[in-house]
């Protein structure tokens, strides 16, 4: 078994994460990858604070094991959410768009470890200094948000930059991408493109198929003209927004405009013609549609054996 010092922080059999993925990271996803050893995260932008209050419970009702919850810090309901964890008992937070600063001493004395995610050094130097207990940095490989770093050279100096255990994200698929991003200076992973096609989650059933038949070349970086960056599957939705972005005649407000509920018409709709599939580069990867166990075991007893043969390569 890997000994990851973020097994130790985390009280998790596996140094693995699964994404706080927006509109689908749900007490029933988060749930299946706490049970199988690794640590599942509930999104907190999907609804209202009681929905989210909701998931929480119904998480507790599902596992024994430590979960955590995601928060978006620039949406509207980032001060309720701060407090529900606190409220909730909640062991991990893990954050994204924008800075914890305000909330990070009530967080601390509750206990809480909280983990920011991160794209930069600069910016790993700054959540270190506010008090984080680890990071996660992630590549523009991964889906949604993404920054401009890529993995193979954003984690190295990320763990150099700091004095933290550091989590890798964007591009992990198997143990392959897993044991490479040790070999890295990471001490855990985290994934998220893999688990949409997890049982366990709530995605519609074309969202679903349409990760399974992608390829290598299957996804496109929208909104870096408007300082928005997301990686998503090729589609007419994302094409035509691509398209607009190049058109001088667009403006941010019409490109925001049609942007407008893309990402819940993939989710729940299916909507492949209207809807924006958040995906990362590793969709070209993705076989099938299996359980978060199957999925949470592949990757960690591949990335065990690789690095456990790796001293084959080393000729005596």
Same mark, same amino acid.
């Given at each position: 078994?890997?000994n990851s010092?973020?097994?130790?922080l985390?009280?998790?059999k596996?140094?693995?994460?699964?994404?706080?993925?927006?509109?689908?990271a749900?007490?029933?996803?988060?749930?299946?990858?706490s049970n199988?050893g690794?640590l599942?995260?509930?999104?907190s932008?999907?609804?209202?604070?009681?929905?989210?209050?909701?998931?929480?419970?119904?998480?507790?009702?599902?596992?024994?094991?430590?979960?955590?919850?995601n928060?978006?810090?620039?949406h509207?309901?980032?001060?309720e959410v701060?407090?529900l964890?606190?409220?909730?008992?909640?062991?991990?937070?893990?954050t994204?768009a924008?800075?914890?600063?305000?909330y990070?001493?009530?967080?601390?004395?509750?206990?809480?470890?909280?983990?920011?995610v991160?794209?930069s050094?600069?910016?790993?130097?700054?959540?270190?200094?506010?008090?984080?207990?680890?990071?996660?940095?992630e590549?523009?490989?991964?889906?949604?948000?993404?920054g401009?770093?890529?993995?193979?050279a954003?984690?190295?100096?990320?763990?150099?930059?700091?004095?933290?255990?550091v989590?890798?994200?964007g591009?992990?698929?198997?143990?392959?991408?897993?044991?490479?991003a @040790?070999?890295?200076?990471?001490?855990?992973?985290q994934m998220?493109?893999?688990?949409?096609?997890?049982?366990?989650?709530l995605v519609?059933q074309?969202?679903?198929?349409k990760?399974v038949?992608?390829?290598?070349?299957?996804?496109?970086?929208?909104?870096?003209?408007?300082g928005?960056?997301?990686?998503?599957?090729?589609?007419p939705f994302?094409?035509?927004?691509?398209?607009?972005?190049?058109?001088?005649?667009s403006?941010k407000?019409?490109l925001?405009?049609?942007?407008i509920?893309?990402?819940?018409?993939a989710?729940f709709?299916?909507?492949?013609k209207?809807?924006? @599939?958040?995906a990362?580069?590793?969709?070209g990867?993705?076989?099938?549609?299996?359980?978060?166990?199957?999925?949470?075991e592949?990757?960690?007893?591949?990335?065990e054996?690789?690095?456990?043969?790796?001293?084959q390569?080393i000729k005596?």
């Open positions: 078994m890997i010092i973020i097994c130790e985390l009280d998790i596996y140094p693995l994460i699964q994404g706080g993925m927006a509109w689908i749900d007490a029933n996803l988060a749930a299946a990858v199988a690794g599942g995260l509930i999104s932008i999907n609804s209202s604070i009681d929905a989210i209050r909701s998931e929480i419970h119904k998480c507790k009702e599902l596992t024994n094991k430590p979960f955590g919850v928060i978006m810090l620039m509207p309901n980032a001060a701060a407090q964890v606190v409220e909730e008992n909640v062991k991990v937070v893990t994204g924008g800075s914890p600063a305000t990070m001493p009530m967080w601390k004395e509750a206990g809480i470890k909280v983990i920011p991160v794209a050094t600069a910016y790993a130097k700054k959540m270190a200094d506010l008090g984080a207990t680890a990071l996660i940095a590549g523009a490989e991964s889906g949604g948000h993404v401009s770093l890529h993995s193979m954003l984690i190295p100096q990320i763990v150099e930059s700091v004095d933290l255990p989590i890798a994200a591009g992990i698929y198997d143990g392959r991408s897993a044991a490479a @040790f070999m890295l200076g990471a001490c855990g992973v998220g493109t893999r688990f949409l096609v997890a049982e366990e989650c519609h074309t969202y679903k198929d990760l038949q992608a390829s290598d070349i299957s996804t496109i970086v929208t909104g870096q003209t408007i928005d960056a997301v990686r998503c599957l090729k589609n994302s094409k035509q927004f691509y398209k607009m972005e190049l058109d001088p005649n403006s407000e019409d925001q405009k049609l942007g509920g893309s990402l819940r018409k989710v709709e299916g909507d492949f209207g809807g924006s @599939f958040l990362g580069e590793i969709s990867l993705i076989k099938k549609i299996e359980p978060a166990a199957s999925i949470v592949d990757v960690m007893n591949g990335t054996n690789l690095l456990k043969n790796a001293a390569l005596q």
